[in-house]
């Protein structure tokens, strides 16, 4: 049964995104290669996101994780325009089972805070990666926004190093 894991990049201050959701800031690390980053990506089954990051992902330098992984990709939206390769699909839990299926015993990928926040909110999200870099941005998408707050416990898993990256590795509990 496929697992749901939201896998991101994040600040050393907590943002996954610059404002304007730019993502621009991670060209800049040159962190060099993640043992656990290719551990991920060759367990993921299939990859699931919202439309804030579909946009960027169906330009040419946007390929989900760089072009090094290929395979089903759905994505949560009501409004974007279809492009090859990418199920759109207007309604989570739909697309939740359809990645899921898709993926068998793998892991679908959530890509996206907010995607990420509304799987954890409907008790879907099953694990959190977080590779945290060097880096301050000082404002834009946090890893996790709940207005008004919340508490959400995570178990620890594994927690390493890949040069300068710091990967935490969470299960919800």
Known sequence: MAKLLYHITMSLDGFVAAPGDD??????LHAGPNPVVERVIGGIGAVLMGHHTY???TTAEGEVYGGRWRGPIFVVTRDAPPSPGFTLVDDLGKAVAAASEAAGDGYVAVLGATTARRCLEAGLLDEVLVHVAPVLLGDGVRLFDHP????VRLTPVELSHAGPI????????
């Not at 993502?23 to 800049?28: A, V």
């Open 55 to 57: 946009a960027p992902a």
């Open 166 to 173: 710091t990967n935490a590795w969470y299960r919800v509990a």
């Open 148 to 151: 008004g707050g919340t508490q």
């Open 23 to 28: 993502m621009t800031w991670l060209r800049d």
